[in-house]
């Protein structure tokens, strides 16, 4: 009897208790640090280098000395997202496919320029790419090839501490993938070449190329790793970050405000042409 009334009487509406708090709360509070953390600052940036101009933002843009810093800029960080795109993907193939001693170790290193100061990285570089450095010595000295204070130089010290995006990227959605898939395609008679480039390949192709767009982003703006090796010669090896720094030493606020611009529009058009071909990739395969 008591059993039926219960379930005869109104249907009580148990509201759900979730562990993080609800929807306008979470919003609201993401919201709020989105704008102090991030938009505000940018608002600031915007507004600082509007202070000089357009006649003098060109005129600064046109300068010689920004204009061969920026292309040196550009070209390192190409250089650095090209190795990365195969070193990154390699190591992560790696760490998905085998097993072998010192696999956790290899995995730990992989997030050390992640935690390292780009200081202490850029000094490490120096110091072992110098004339009389360990790899310096052997470059210069018997292959003729000057790495310090070279455009290979602040190539290599974007590449260290960049490779890190491309591997974290990659890595999970390589881990996805069951070996189920490409067993079947190997019973079809699809050689590894054939599996990888058609079967693979385009699983990953969205996070790999995410994880090479945000390298190349982090290049464009990296200062502590590359100042040490760069030497900072003029028109030679002076990075765009390294400008804006001098400029902000000299009081320069509006120009260094409009160099950071110009690296933050550089930075912005690529992650928004990444997720454009991203969003084409995945209407391509779902027409698939």
Known sequence: ?????????PARRVKARRVLPGFGLAMGGTLLYLAIIVLLPLAALLLKSAEIGPEGFLRLLASPRVLASLQLTVSAAALATLF???YGLLMAWILVRYEFPGKRILDALIDLPFALPTAVAG??????YAQNGWYGQI???EAGIKVAYTIIGVAIA????SVPFVVRTVQPVLEDIQPDV???AATLGAYRGAIFRKVVFPAIFPAYLTGCALAFARSLGEFGAVIFIAGNLP???EIAALLIFIRLEEYDYPAAAALAVVLLAGAFCILLVTNAIQAWHMRYRMKG
């Open 1 to 9: 009897m008591t059993a039926v009334a219960i379930h005869a009487g």
């Open 235 to 237: 028109f030679k090896t």
């Open 158 to 161: 974007m590449a260290f501490t």
């Open 139 to 141: 470059l210069e000295g």
């Open 182 to 184: 490409e067993e079947a």
């Open 123 to 128: 000094i490490a570089l120096t110091a072992l």
């Open 84 to 86: 990365n795109a195969g």
